[in-house]
């Protein structure tokens, strides 16, 4: 079967689409209060009109990610408070909220009422992550704190993004966090060691106060120790080099 043209198409994000379809204009679009009464609970309805009058309704129910639950208890344990912000109906929201264990919900939100959650949460003092891979999330990962997409989502959400996950799932997703964790602690670890060089050896070496050879040494030490920490990123430690060194020499260390 042969599909008809569209014209006059026009889509408006979080509300629907519609277009004249021979000649007559087609509605598809979300629900109003008065749209919901005799569906089940859980189902986001697509309400479908032809000339303004009511002619059918669609009704969906997205299928669950079945690692969200674990990974929502694992960031819960790591001290993050987790919320879903939605554009499905409250029944959807509260539904998946509570199959997941997320903390709230916030339900029927306009790709611009989800940046404006955000933006309240920000300045409520809250530093915000949000995981998107939707057109309708690019607004939102653009507010957030830190934004995380999917790398199978829209192109739009992958450039928003600051961080992709490589692997369209949220098993990874606490990983992620902890390593941004740990990455910006040793940052500033390695700021605060190299302007601590900075600040005392050379000068205390320029005014006579130490031998040029003991500020030369510093900032060997200086770079060893950014090189080092660095380095614990990719899960090298510095005890357990030590130690295999000594024993190269024939020393038993403990």
Request: proline content about 5%; overall charge neutral.
């Amino acid at each position: 079967m042969s599909l008809l043209p569209i014209r006059d198409f026009h889509a408006e994000p979080g509300w629907g689409v519609e277009g004249l379809v021979a000649d007559r204009r087609i509605r598809v679009r979300t629900p109003i209060a008065a749209d919901m009464v005799g569906f089940p609970s859980g189902m986001t309805i697509a309400v479908i009109e032809v000339d303004g009058v009511q002619q059918g309704w669609i009704a969906l129910r997205d299928q669950l990610r079945p690692e969200a639950p674990a990974t929502v208890d694992r960031l819960k344990k790591a001290g993050y408070q987790v919320f879903l912000v939605t554009g499905d109906q409250p029944s959807v929201a509260e539904l998946v909220a509570r199959e997941t264990g997320c903390d709230a919900w916030f339900a029927r939100q306009s790709p611009l009422e989800k940046a404006e959650t955000v933006h309240k949460m920000q300045q409520a003092g809250h530093r915000v992550a949000f995981v998107g891979d939707g057109i309708n999330d690019a607004t939102t990962l653009i507010q957030s704190n830190l934004a995380i997409a999917l790398a199978q989502g829209a192109d739009i959400a992958v450039e928003a993004g600051h961080l992709t996950l490589s692997r369209s799932n949220l098993t990874t997703l606490p990983e992620a966090l902890a390593l941004a964790k740990k990455t910006s602690r040793v940052i500033r670890q390695n700021l605060f060691w190299a302007l601590g060089y900075n600040v005392i050896a050379i000068p205390a070496a320029a005014v006579g106060l130490v031998e040029p050879v003991v500020a030369a040494g510093a900032m060997v030490l200086s770079s060893a120790f950014v090189l080092g920490n660095s380095l614990t990123l990719l899960g090298w430690s510095p005890r357990a080099y030590i130690i295999r060194t000594a024993q190269i020499a024939g020393f038993s260390l403990s």
